[in-house]
């Protein structure tokens, strides 16, 4: 397969555990913005609104950003701001239709920079309440394993039931947070990410509060290319539960490396990509 010409930047490098903490707190001090954003009360918009938003912009091929909860309610590390400060800026110079997903919580908990997209949708959960047509999405925010979980399945059982055609997802991984219950003990990374957490986590209140990272974070403290891409084949929703045999799904990591995950079926099967990025700060 041809090297996909959307994808760019540097491929994944291992990175020592004290190397990598070292850099964290480095860009912490590095950015005075990041503690410094604040959003007035939006104005959310109705599910009917949302999806015109995406219908609008997917006639002419523009992919949709999708952005669940950038908050420091559930990343109090702002440990994926820069990631998805960063894929807001790249949205707004391409003119791409970005939409935010928020809860309950205050709207003084949202880190975000840009506190204009095109839409803020309620979603307690994570919980997609209007149809993406889009066949492109980038999707940041997190819990990766919980409301950003919830957003994907949703958003993939959305493409399941309408007329088969190719479909991406873009996982921007140095913007979405994770806790890092994916980790399982005995297999990689698992002891390198309990010191980390144990550093980012000393002597701070909160316990489940503080022990978040982001996904390029993640690979950091795996290190081995072939069992990060073990890893994120961990993480993507489940594919396998909801699109049927005739599909072609496909795997595509930062290096432009492709995993067949399902060959489909026929000559031209649709296509369903999941690309991980490591970052939009290079675009």
């Known amino acids: ?54 219908q609008s912009n997917a006639d002419d091929s523009r992919p949709l950003v999708l952005v669940t909860h950038p908050s420091k309610s559930f990343d109090p590390r702002l440990s994926s701001k820069r990631g998805v400060d960063e894929l807001m800026r790249v949205a707004k110079a391409r003119n791409w239709p970005t939409i935010y997903l928020k809860d309950d919580d205050r709207i003084g908990q949202y880190f975000v920079d840009d506190c204009e997209p095109d839409a803020w949708v309620f979603s307690q959960d994570g919980e997609l309440s209007f149809p993406v047509s889009n ?9 990766l394993e919980l409301c950003l979980s919830r957003s994907l399945h949703d958003l993939i059982f959305q493409w399941a039931k309408a007329p088969p055609q190719h479909r991406r997802i873009h996982f921007v991984m140095d913007a979405i947070y994770s806790n890092g219950k994916y980790f399982e003990e005995g297999k990689a990374g698992y002891d390198d990410l309990q010191r980390f957490f144990s550093v980012v986590n000393h002597r701070r209140p909160g316990g489940e509060a503080w022990p978040k990272l982001n996904l390029l974070e993640s690979m950091g403290i795996i290190k081995s290319p072939s069992e990060q891409v073990d890893y994120l084949k961990t993480v993507l929703p489940r594919w396998d539960r909801t699109f049927d045999e005739r599909w072609r799904i496909e795997l595509i990591d930062d290096d432009q490396a492709v995993y067949v995950l399902q060959r489909g079926q026929g000559l031209t099967p649709p296509v369903l990509q999941f690309v991980f990025l490591d970052s939009m700060a290079d675009q």
């Open 135 to 143: 066949p492109e999405v980038y999707v940041a925010g997190g819990h």
């Open 1 to 54: 397969m041809r090297p996909m010409q959307s994808l760019v930047g540097s491929p994944l490098r291992p990175l020592g555990l004290v190397t990598l903490i070292a850099l964290v707190g480095l860009m912490g001090l590095l950015s005075p913005r990041r503690a410094t954003a604040r959003c007035n009360e939006p104005q959310l918009a109705s599910p009917q609104r949302a999806a015109a938003i995406g």
